[in-house]
């Protein structure tokens, strides 16, 4: 038996569903992100930038987004900012991060931008759900149209 046989091969049609949905998923959870923490900021225009060079579904980041920016009016992230900037444990890397001047710049000291970066953050695993809910939607949609006569 060679390497060969032993290795699972994709379709061409189910590589490139796989690689569109993680594309689609990758936008969303980058643009939630970007909702969170605002389009102006230098974390956010860092955020646009890594959209754009990991070449995401650009609508995808747009309509989630604007998702994150609803929920940044519902719930706002300032009190979970504050709450982390606040932490005794971590008073010795806020100190550390504030005397690196590139890290100064990011303003990572702010409550918004400190709760959107962790609500972002702890928002990571959606990307994963949405991504298996999206492959198995497709792959839902092309069985069925492969039963019909």
Request: net charge negative; aromatic share 10%; glycine share 10%.
């Amino acid at each position: 038996m060679t390497s060969e046989e032993d290795t699972v091969k994709m379709s061409p049609k189910k590589e490139n569903d796989w690689k569109n949905n993680l594309s689609k998923s990758t936008g969303g959870a980058l643009g939630f992100g970007l909702g969170l923490i605002g389009l102006l900021h230098p974390m956010g225009i860092a955020l646009l930038i890594l959209v754009l060079l990991l070449r995401c579904k650009l609508s995808w980041a747009v309509i989630s987004g604007l998702l994150g920016w609803g929920c940044s009016l519902i719930y706002d992230p300032s009190s979970v900012g504050w709450f982390i900037l606040e932490l005794e444990t971590l008073q010795s890397v806020w100190t550390f991060f504030y005397n690196t001047p590139l890290l100064a710049i990011s303003g990572f000291n702010e409550t918004k931008v400190m709760g959107g970066l962790f609500l972002g953050l702890a928002s990571i695993p959606l990307l994963f759900l949405v991504n298996t809910f999206l492959i198995r939607s497709s792959s839902d949609l092309t069985s069925n149209e492969e039963v019909t006569p």
